[in-house]
């Protein structure tokens, strides 16, 4: 039972344009959500998190947007460039329990 | 952040065989765990590796075929026993550091083939 879901296998953008990726989750016991970014041939690397209890985080050209009400988060990155070319993970998970359930992941290309 | 390694970073095995994973992290982890990634598929979680007991298994997953220690806060081994091609994946283990918990970190993976 896939709890959480990347409807969108991927996405092309051109370089310096808005990339927009989407997350959907379906346990509403879920308070802390994560975005990882995989290259092949290495582990995901941590992007960054948001809390249950905001709807925003920014950190330099990545923002997070969380919809509780929707269960739906974003990430948005600001201005693309070449290098975030890459698997995108969204992540969740719920309190205490620091076990992540993925979703399957969007590869993003960064069309120069 | 954590550092964490993973060797072998790849393996070819025979049918039948077992392969020992190990991943050591350098600096001490609350936590660890070990997750799969089948071909084409998102990561799945295995296991939870406890330190000095039993590992805590997902649905799914059972301790005969993917046994796994960890003998301290820092080194931790899953096993993939009697393989057959279905094991075929990349296997990673991550870890969460005491000096910050809400974020877990992942090692380069171990890409199995097994023929």
């Known amino acids: 039972d896939q709890q959480v879901k990347q409807n969108s296998p991927s996405l092309s953008v051109q370089e310096g344009r808005i990339s927009i990726l989407n997350c959907d989750y379906t346990?509403?016991?879920?308070?802390?959500f994560l975005w990882y970014k995989k290259y092949p041939a290495e582990g995901p690397t941590f992007l960054i998190s948001i809390s249950s209890i905001k709807d925003k985080n920014e950190d330099g050209r990545f923002t997070v947007f969380l919809n509780k009400s929707a269960k739906h988060l974003s990430l948005h990155i600001v201005p693309s460039q070449p290098g975030d070319s890459a698997v995108y993970f969204c992540a969740a998970r719920w309190g205490n329990d620091y076990k992540l359930s993925f979703g399957a992941g969007t590869t993003v290309t960064v069309r120069a | 952040s954590a550092v964490i390694s993973q060797k072998p970073s790849r393996d070819i095995c025979q049918r039948g065989t077992s392969l020992t994973i190990q991943c050591q992290v350098d600096?001490?982890?609350?936590?660890m765990f070990w997750y799969r990634q089948q071909p084409g598929q998102s990561l799945t979680l295995i296991a939870t590796?406890?330190?000095?007991?039993?590992?805590?298994?997902e649905s799914g997953f059972v301790i005969d075929k993917f046994p796994i220690s960890r003998p301290n806060l820092t080194f931790s081994t899953l096993t993939v026993s009697n393989m057959s091609p279905e094991d075929s994946s990349i296997y990673l283990c991550s870890g969460i550091p005491g000096f910050k918990t809400d974020t877990q970190y992942f090692g380069p993976g171990t890409r199995l083939t097994v023929l």
């Open positions: 590796a406890n330190q000095g007991s039993e590992a805590t298994y």
């Open positions: 346990n509403s016991m879920f308070d802390y």
């Open positions: 600096s001490q982890v609350t936590m």
